[in-house]
């Protein structure tokens, strides 16, 4: 039973607009979000995090909000670029538990020049 | 700052042989966590070590096993390997404090013939 659903496994989007990468999940106790970025044959790599006591963090051209109510994250690019196009994960961190991050499935994002 | 240095690369074994993965953490981090990432699973956790203690265990049989030196370098065994054990895994690494994000190596490709 997956706890971080990431319901769209792949995205197309044109450079200059924006990109949409959605997440849900089910556990109440998840006060810790992250989203990584991965290329092929390289490790994921830390992108942007958020704290279940915000509803919004920037950095840079990566917004990520956070609906509670409805267990729902999204990550937002923009503008877009042709290097962003990488498969994209959601993450999530259970209050008071130990280094264990429970990951949606990944959604591929391809940005057309 | 050097990031997450997993070795070997790539390991091509046969059923029921023993594999050794080793995982360097970023300097000053005392957390190393480990995962397994198949195409149908996504990204699934293994077990976290602090400190040369395990503080968390994910739901995999008794044939992966881990350890962490003093130096916080770590390294996970398989045992009685399984064509299903076919894999990336990879290794991250974090303070271990709270809501501190995880830094990923790029992995070790593991292959049974």
């Known amino acids: 039973d997956q706890q971080v659903k990431q319901n769209s496994p792949s995205l197309s989007v044109q450079e200059g607009r924006i990109s949409i990468l959605n997440c849900d999940y089910t556990?109440?106790?998840?006060?810790?979000f992250l989203w990584y970025k991965k290329y092929p044959a390289e490790g994921p790599t830390f992108l942007i995090s958020i704290s279940s006591i915000k509803d919004k963090n920037e950095d840079g051209r990566f917004t990520v909000f956070l609906n509670k109510s409805a267990k729902h994250l999204s990550l937002h690019i923009v503008p877009s670029q042709p290097g962003d196009s990488a498969v994209y994960f959601c993450a999530a961190w259970e209050g008071g538990s130990q280094g264990n991050l429970i990951f949606g499935k990944g959604t591929k994002l391809s940005v057309k020049p | 700052k050097a990031g997450v240095t997993q070795t070997p690369r790539y390991l091509i074994k046969t059923r029921g042989q023993q594999v050794t993965l080793s995982c360097s953490p970023i300097?000053?981090?005392?957390?190393v966590s480990w995962y397994q990432q198949t195409p149908g699973q996504g990204l699934q956790f293994l077990f976290e070590?602090?400190?040369?203690?395990?503080?968390n265990k994910g739901n995999f049989p008794g044939r992966f096993s881990g350890r962490q030196f003093s130096n916080s370098r770590s390294e996970m065994n398989v045992s009685t390997l399984e064509l299903g054990d076919s894999a990336l895994y990879l290794c991250?690494?974090?303070?271990?404090?709270?809501?501190?994000?995880?830094?990923f190596g790029d992995g070790t490709r593991l292959s049974i013939l």
């Open positions: 300097s000053g981090h005392r957390s």
């Open positions: 070590y602090f400190s040369e203690t395990q503080r």
């Open positions: 991250a690494s974090s303070t271990g404090a709270p809501n501190q994000p995880q830094h």
């Open positions: 556990n109440s106790m998840f006060d810790y």
